[in-house]
């Protein structure tokens, strides 16, 4: 059974940064494909990045060029750096490994001033 649990979100200013974290347990985490995908408040889930297990990145277009996946497999944790933030990226941001249908808590990211 796959585990995930995010961490890192909180409050930040417009144009600010945060660095999202996700451990996750269960699978042999580097053969897999990691996602992030958040959900803005009333909204549906939308994808945000993916990381391949070959380290190929794909980014939605609403955040290219200012978040960045990344992952560690010695702490088998995919990561998301956000920079340049807007109100646009407030919600609850998941990680998930594909092709699993698990998910985590996720963590809240809020931008206002």
């Known amino acids: 059974q796959v585990q995930l649990v995010e961490s890192g979100g909180g409050l930040v200013q417009p144009g600010g940064s945060l660095k999202l974290s996700c451990e996750v347990s269960?699978?042999?985490?580097?053969?897999?494909?990691m996602e992030w995908i958040r959900q803005a408040p009333g909204k549906q889930r939308e994808f945000v990045a993916r990381?391949?297990?070959?380290?190929?990145?794909t980014y939605a277009n609403s955040v290219l060029g200012r978040f960045s996946i990344s992952r560690d497999n010695t702490k088998n944790t995919v990561y998301l750096q956000m920079n340049s933030l807007t109100s646009e990226d407030t919600g609850v941001y998941y990680c998930?490994?594909?092709?699993?249908?698990?998910w985590g808590q996720g963590t809240q990211v809020k931008v206002s001033s």
């Open positions: 990381i391949t297990r070959t380290y190929y990145r």
């Open positions: 998930q490994a594909q092709p699993f249908d698990s």
């Open positions: 269960g699978i042999v985490f580097s053969e897999y494909t």
